[in-house]
């Protein structure tokens, strides 16, 4: 399958780089990166350090999406969206782990969705989507009278949005267990005087600092007790490899927006 990795030049984007590299169903048919970024007209494979592969770093897409058949977008929510139009336009997969979207980004998606197989997620690892699974699970058995939710993240100190997109999918999946909706029903901030807990909340918590690549616990805090179901991702190699894994899957679907839960059948 032959795919184009955006952000090349980031941490996310060279992991994709050699998870394409390593894997014997895909190739690397273009690099995109940002205007100004340092590593313009390098080869990718040399900047990723998997070796060279004589496919060099740009920053015009149109050219790349016109010969792929997918693309991986670990970028920012802009650049995401316009990826998302230009996937819908060459009707090619596209597979999201961009966090920090708004909801009127996520509404542009999911209008790119019409046309292009859109694969999104928080996270992107195998574990992250079970624990997912595990939380909403829990959450139906575990009663909003009897326990309290808190969800407690950390990342790497260069992390620019909060709480994480995993996070956010943790708080979704808690959300669907108890059968609300996080918008209404989430605490972002507490500060000062804020009085007792209130009753269905989900709490988050946010950790930055250092290199963590990223920790997750999700708690079910009851009277006496206290469930913790947490991930802990000791290598960025877990989020490029499914992602490669879900744009393999995401070939020949029809056009829709899909999550790794659908990816991995869960």
């Known amino acids: 399958m032959r795919l184009v990795v955006a952000g090349a ?20 048919c273009g690099a995109l990166d940002r205007e100004g970024s340092p590593l313009i007209g390098q080869d990718a494979g040399e900047a990723a350090g998997c070796g060279k ?42 597979v999201i782990g961009t966090t920090g979207c ?35 699970q829990a959450a139906r058995a575990l009663g ?10 950390m990342h790497h100190k260069h992390k620019v949005d909060a709480p994480s997109g995993t996070a956010l999918l943790l708080g979704e999946a808690a959300a669907a267990g108890r059968d609300i909706t996080l918008s209404e029903h989430s605490v972002r901030v507490r500060d000062g005087h ?4 209130e009753d269905g909340t989900i709490g988050f918590a946010t950790l930055r600092g250092g290199s963590v690549i990223g920790d997750h616990s999700v708690l079910f805090a009851g009277q006496s007790e206290l469930i913790t179901l947490s991930h802990q991702a000791q290598d960025r190699s877990v989020f490029a490899q499914g992602a490669v894994s879900a744009a393999l899957w995401g070939r020949g679907k029809k056009p829709g927006l899909y999550s790794m839960r659908n990816v991995l059948g869960l």
């Open 194 to 197: 804020t009085g007792a807990r």
């Open 9 to 28: 030049s980031g941490r996310m984007g060279k992991a994709l780089i050699r998870a394409i590299d390593e894997n014997p169903a895909t190739i690397l």
């Open 102 to 136: 708004s909801e009127d980004d996520e509404v542009k998606i999911i209008a790119a969705a019409r046309h292009a197989t859109i694969i999104k997620s928080g996270n992107m690892s195998l574990g992250v989507n079970l624990l997912s699974a595990l939380v909403e």
């Open 53 to 94: 592969n004589n496919i060099l770093i740009s920053t015009d897409p149109l050219p790349l999406f016109a010969e792929a058949e997918g693309v991986l977008d670990f970028t920012s929510p802009a650049s995401t969206l316009t990826y998302a139009a230009l996937a819908a336009q060459a009707r090619i997969v596209h």
């Open 144 to 153: 909003p009278a009897a326990f309290d939710i808190e969800i407690l993240e």
